[in-house]
């Protein structure tokens, strides 16, 4: 089982996360479903959770369609390795054409 500081950390995962994060102001939801474990599970704390890459990419795209075009960006980044997993936990705010400001937080393992 490997262990990283934050630094490593950030070294392996900042790169694909941009990635994956502009795949998601862009629209180009195949390609965000590619970065999500076949088992993997969001949580929208207090509201619902959804299981599985092709049903998280499919909430993410539905709230894109009730919020519009949106530019994303993440900020207070904080990057960490645990065992197996690579760990990031952020702000977001994104800026959308329809709901105007949507901020929160999030955790990615």
Known sequence: MASYTSEQAEALLKLQFDKYAKFI????????EGYYH????LVHKGKEAVYGNKDKSTYIAKFAEGTGKSVGTTTNAKYEGSGDYLIITADFSSET?????????????
């Open 38 to 41: 076949p088992s993997g599970v």
């Open 25 to 32: 102001d862009d629209e180009v939801w195949a390609e965000v």
């Open 97 to 109: 054409e329809k709901a105007g400001t949507v901020k929160g937080r999030f955790v990615q393992i």
